[in-house]
């Protein structure tokens, strides 16, 4: 019975949506704080950064996932954020995935927003005694100019240094960085 009472108490506290019900109304940085929050463990923090350069906004979150894609409690910070583009009216232009990274690029007139997520793999049981933890590493931009060659490198190198950043290579499993050329490729095919 006490090992029930164990199993419902994290589920609820796993489940709490922190998202409002209409994302029209909602910052980007909200959205992703948002995201963070329902999907790690309540006790643990999530690792935020925001930065500006060059009209470039990047919103980017890295944490513990509880629970699985496939439970319908855990949000996927792809589909959560085409349903933020579509609510604040930005077109979604696509969706590509390459190597376990998932990218979706929307687009305005006066902007472009590109959402990217990670989920790594992780050997776990050092105290928890399962076999595997997983952690979403995502990233949100915010283009407010029509980019350039530059502009796309520079998105490029923060996806990788981001990666790199909150990936712990010590413990991850089957881990293999893109390519700077692969992800420019990517980006190009839909920015600019």
């Known amino acids: 019975m006490k090992i029930f009472i164990i199993i419902g108490f994290s ?4 489940a709490c949506a922190s998202l409002p ?4 109304e909602i910052s980007a940085d909200q959205l992703i704080r948002g995201i963070a929050s329902n999907n790690k463990p309540k006790i643990m923090p999530s690792n935020y950064s925001f930065t500006v350069e060059n009209n470039i906004e990047m ?4 944490y513990n996932v509880v629970g699985s894609y496939t439970s319908g409690m855990v949000l996927d910070p792809t589909k959560e954020a085409e349903k933020y583009c579509l609510e604040k009216r930005i077109e979604p232009i696509n969706k590509k995935s390459e190597e376990g990274r998932h990218f979706l690029f929307c687009g305005s007139v006066a902007s472009i927003f590109i959402a990217f997520h990670y989920l790594s793999t992780e050997i776990a049981g050092r105290n928890t005694g399962h076999t595997y ?10 283009v407010n100019k029509k980019t350039s060659q530059s502009d796309i490198e520079s998105i490029a190198n923060k ?4 990666e790199k950043s909150t990936v712990d290579h ?3 499993l ?19």
């Open 11 to 14: 589920l609820i506290l796993s």
């Open 21 to 24: 019900e209409n994302y029209s």
């Open 59 to 62: 919103y980017s979150a890295n």
């Open 133 to 142: 933890a997983y952690f979403d590493h995502v990233a949100f931009f915010n």
């Open 159 to 162: 996806i990788i240094k981001f």
């Open 170 to 172: 010590e413990y991850v």
């Open 174 to 192: 089957d881990y293999q960085s893109l390519k700077m050329d692969k992800i420019v490729s990517i980006l190009k095919g839909y920015v600019g």
